[in-house]
């Protein structure tokens, strides 16, 4: 079994659609949980991170962890052309220095 | 120059060459990474570097050699590759490598495609 699980899509949807980004993870150390965005011919950029289980929201972007599901998610509300990217989840054990990624969701927002 | 950039952007060699990539970071960091994307695959740690000593090897084979002269350059060398190597390669920076209830945000720089023929 992978260590952190993510649908590869690709995933399409209408502009100004609500996005769900999800990935399980089957280590219990995990303790850092990222997102990165990465762009056709860039690199990953990070967008949100949470330590430990609950919610952060920045702007149109929510993260959420469930701890006890292994599961974590990304939100995007209000989704523009310009979010079209793929998405990563990253997960780091406390401690720890190797960052554990997922395949990636590629995400096309259509106008 | 800012953030994090790699050279060459794009790469092709044969099996039998030998060629280096290079990465260099603009931030001020103290730790830096080397990764492999391949396609339909997770991005894979290859090696970290935390000033100057590398301090984590991810059963990486020998054929791919890392150097870091300083907090602020690190190359990949690479001879007798093999067609499953081709990917692209990236490399990060960070201020640390993180402690328990320490996080440091790892900045990438845009990637080496690289092609083995």
């Known amino acids: 079994q992978k260590e952190v699980e993510q649908d590869p899509g690709p995933l399409s949807v209408p502009e100004g659609a609500i996005v769900s980004l999800n990935c399980t993870y089957s280590n219990s150390a995990f303790q850092y949980f990222m997102w990165y965005r990465q762009y056709s011919r860039k690199g990953p950029e990070l967008l949100m991170y949470?330590?430990?289980?609950g919610n952060k929201e920045d702007g149109r972007f929510t993260a959420q962890v469930d701890k006890s599901s292994k599961y974590i998610s990304l939100f995007i509300r209000d989704s523009q052309p310009s979010d079209s990217a793929t998405y990563l989840c990253a997960m780091l054990a406390g401690g720890a220095q190797k960052l554990v990624f997922g395949q990636g969701t590629r995400l096309t927002i259509n106008p | 120059e800012t953030g994090v950039t790699q050279t060459p952007r794009h790469l092709v060699m044969g099996m039998t060459n030998k060629k280096s990539l290079k990465c260099e970071q603009h931030l001020g960091h103290n730790a830096m990474y080397w990764y492999k994307q391949s396609a339909k695959k997770p991005l894979e740690l290859m090696f970290v570097?935390?000033?100057?000593?590398?301090?984590e090897n991810n059963s990486v084979p020998s054929r791919f050699s890392p150097e870091c002269p300083n907090s602020s350059h690190l190359f990949l060398h690479l001879h007798t590759l093999q067609p499953e190597d081709s990917a692209l390669y990236l490399c990060a920076s960070s201020q640390g490598t993180g402690g328990v209830g320490v996080f440091y945000e790892q900045y990438f720089g845009p990637g080496t495609r690289l092609t083995v023929t």
């Open positions: 570097y935390n000033f100057k000593e590398q301090t």
């Open positions: 949470t330590y430990s289980s």
